[in-house]
């Protein structure tokens, strides 16, 4: 095994190909263990990740995107820190989102986006995932070759999320373009959010939502025909006039981040889970063989692969307040790395958890989704959107191989991961296939 003492998980590139090993080597020496860089104490166990999930009075999820980078804007001091990042959190990057807030306001926004995720609307989603699948696998149906990522995964995950939003026809083709290479926080990188094409879907967004108020106020509802014809249709009126629990309203920016930022949970999650797993669908022939002779199969290939090899690679918590995890003190201030990915493969709850199973029994009790509070809102959507996914590829795609062009020849493969920290990504998934 190599040794990885001194690496710097957030910065060190030679982990992207393989981050398992790293995982394995930290988890043998302890499942919370203290990292040389940055303050950081990473879990890789499975009881302790659920541990410090469900403990929201200890941890805050804070920093649960971008983990220790850039450093908190004070210096913590003393075993409570509750209140200094309370007053902190406009100086932290990216702190003021939906997965990122705690509390009160947390429920409060999560609350917004619950209504787009009722069983009834994800059942009214459904025929239109069919449909946008079948559109995008015709525009290479015919060719035997695909690029999965660039040419399914991501553009279908940008309409469907489009969709749930009711974002309006005319504009998904530039919100396709605009998410077309959008990845999160890269090793060593810059997290530059203003620039990227999330700021410019969010852009849109406001707009929706600022024009969905104005029409919808008292004395305008009569002028409407005077702004124009507006197929934005229902669900964005829904969401830029809700109310938190209480009555309030939010702010426009509210409405907007929380539009924006389903483009950003759920669009390269799935679409890179989507590659993962076609990368085993094609090496693995029994596994395709299976899945095409019995589809009903395909449910427990999606919970084995969120298993084996879910997208999320790791997030982060803040410890608040001192306390301890798997025997191990955590003071307050650390950051802790929290890798799903890990957790998903720890020995003591998953036997032989570097093999891929689609027997194993209770693979669902996986943790590709988190677990607690901010337990994944759109996993009900991902799993449907994967499911349609696997059984459309395959009725139109026969004997998928990979392209040994891209990724070399049988015993001596290649496949480039995006260097994100936060993601498990294969940067292109080559396929060619027998066009059915
Ligand atoms: C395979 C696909 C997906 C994976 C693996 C995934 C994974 C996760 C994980 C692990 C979290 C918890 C983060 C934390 O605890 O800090 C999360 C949160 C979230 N996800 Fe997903 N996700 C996926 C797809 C989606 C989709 C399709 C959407 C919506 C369209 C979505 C929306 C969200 C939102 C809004 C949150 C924040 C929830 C909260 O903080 O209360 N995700 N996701």
Redesign the pocket.
């Known amino acids: 095994m190599r040794d990885y003492a001194d690496v710097d998980f957030y910065t060190d590139t030679s982990l992207v190909e393989d981050p398992h090993s790293y995982f394995d080597f930290l988890r043998a020496q302890n499942p919370v263990t203290k990292l040389p860089h940055r303050n950081v104490v990473a879990v890789t166990g499975y009881e302790e990740t659920i541990q410090v ?1 469900l403990d929201a009075e200890h941890f805050s ?1 804070v920093n ?2 971008n983990g220790p980078i850039p450093d908190l804007p004070f210096e913590p001091k003393g075993d409570d820190i509750t209140e200094e990042v309370r007053n902190a959190r406009s100086k932290i990057a990216y702190s003021d ?5 705690d509390g009160k306001r ?1 429920a409060d ?2 609350s917004i ?1 619950a209504m787009l ?1 009722t069983p009834s609307r994800l059942k009214a989603l459904e025929p239109n995932l069919r449909l946008t699948a079948d559109t995008m696998i015709a525009e290479f149906a015919n060719d035997g070759r695909v690029d999965l990522v660039a040419q399914y995964g991501g553009p279908y ?1 940008t309409l ?2 489009a969709d ?1 939003l009711g974002v309006p026809e005319k504009d998904r083709p530039l919100f396709r373009k605009y998410l077309e290479n959008a990845i999160p926080a890269e090793v060593g990188g810059e997290v530059d959010m203003a620039n990227s094409g999330f700021a410019k879907v969010g852009k849109h967004i406001f707009g929706y939502m600022t024009k969905r108020r104005l029409l919808n106020k008292p004395g305008i509802k009569q002028l409407r025909g005077l702004f124009g014809s507006d197929d934005s249709g229902e669900i964005l009126t829904e969401v830029a006039l809700a109310k938190f629990p209480d009555g309030s309203q939010p702010s426009l920016v509210d409405v907007t981040s ?1 539009g924006a ?3 950003g ?3 390269d ?2 679409n ?2 989507l590659s993962n797993g076609f990368r085993i669908i094609a090496e693995r022939p029994d596994v395709q063989e299976e899945l095409r002779a019995d589809p009903k199969r395909i449910g427990a290939f999606l919970e084995e692969l ?1 298993r084996f090899e ?3 690679k790791s ?3 803040l410890c608040v307040k001192t306390t301890t995890v798997g025997g191990v003190e955590i003071k307050a201030g650390t950051t802790l790395l ?1 890798s ?1 990915m890990a957790a998903n493969r720890d020995p003591k709850r998953f036997d032989n958890p570097h093999e891929f199973d689609m027997n194993r029994p209770k693979a669902k009790e996986h ?13 009900p ?2 799993r449907k ?2 499911t349609v996914s696997i059984e459309r590829l395959l009725a139109r795609m026969g004997n998928i191989r990979l392209d040994e062009e891209f990724h070399g020849p049988e015993g001596n493969r290649r496949f480039d991961y995006e260097p994100t920290y936060i993601l498990r990504a294969l940067k292109s998934l080559h396929l060619k296939f027998d066009p059915i």
């Not at 943790?367 to 996993?379: D, E, N, S, V, Y």
Request: hydrophobic share 55%.
């Open positions: 999930m999820s649960a995107v989102q939906v997965v990122t807030e947390h926004l999560r986006l995720f995950a469907v999320i749930l929380l930022f389903l483009f949970a759920g669009q999650t799935t890179r889970l969120l879910g997208s999320v997030g982060g918590r929290l799903h943790l590709a989704f988190g677990r607690g509070a901010h337990t994944c809102i759109g996993a959507l991902a959107e994967v």
